[in-house]
């Protein structure tokens, strides 16, 4: 699977729309782009995925980039209870063994 | 609906102790998996059944052992513990093709002293 990149830190207003970048440029033409969360010890949460079209479900949307070498993960108004790490994974249309990285540590401010 | 059950939620063993945590899924999934979370690090995965009858090893796999006994329940075993095995555990499930994602356990708490 390929991997990605995404800073280790964010911060965000509430109310205001967060956007999460990540890079994945060894993304293959059958690789998904899945984004989760973890708030506290929870255990991940599924947010979205995607292939090559933009998506939109009732927690977030997904922009991949034409080349999909890059997403971004958009919350539309953020609320303190999305303060969380937001997992970026890239993997096989089987959805299985997701590979888990650092993740990007998202803090909503009021 | 539960979802995925794990239990314990929280487990101290003594180094060499052995434990086995449990996990149950009711939503007629095909995939189950184990993971592992040390303090500040993203998850690594243990194992995995892609179905009922098979397992797999997955990045650390080391120290573990599985059963995936019917297509509700994975379980997880390790035989002597060692204090590097202290971490919270996740199992999961996901359908076959992972459209709709994972589904994440609420965790096992593991300190092994």
């Known amino acids: 699977d390929a991997k990605t990149t995404q800073p280790p830190s964010m911060d965000c207003a509430e109310g205001r729309a967060a956007n999460l970048p990540c890079n994945h440029s060894?993304?293959?033409?059958?690789?998904?782009v899945y984004w989760y969360r973890q708030i506290h010890s929870q255990g991940p949460q599924y947010i979205i995925h995607?292939?090559?079209n933009n998506e939109t479900n009732e927690m977030a949307s997904l922009i991949i980039t034409e080349d999909r070498k890059s997403s971004t993960l958009i919350l539309p108004h953020a609320t303190l209870r999305d303060t969380a790490v937001y997992y970026c994974?890239?993997?096989?249309?089987?959805?299985?063994?997701?590979?888990f990285g650092g993740g990007t540590r998202l803090m909503v401010k009021p | 609906n539960a979802g995925v059950t794990q239990t314990p939620k929280f487990q101290v063993l003594k180094t060499g102790q052995s434990m086995t945590l449990q996990c149950a899924q009711d939503?007629?999934?095909?995939?189950m998996y184990w993971y592992r979370q040390d303090p500040g690090m993203g998850l690594r995965l243990i194992y995995y059944?892609?179905?009922?009858?098979?397992?797999d090893k997955g990045e650390v796999p080391n120290g573990y052992n599985v059963s995936r006994l019917n297509k509700r329940e994975f379980s997880l075993r390790l035989e002597s513990a060692a204090p590097s095995q202290t971490s919270v555990y996740f199992c999961?499930?996901?359908?076959?093709?992972?459209?709709?994602?994972?589904?994440f356990g609420s965790g096992t708490r593991l300190t092994v002293v």
């Open positions: 939503m007629n999934h095909n995939s």
């Open positions: 999961a499930s996901s359908s076959r093709r992972g459209n709709y994602g994972y589904t």
């Open positions: 060894t993304i293959s033409g059958n690789e998904y």
């Open positions: 994974i890239v993997s096989n249309n089987a959805g299985n063994m997701l590979t």
């Open positions: 995607g292939l090559k």
């Open positions: 059944s892609a179905s009922e009858g098979t397992t």
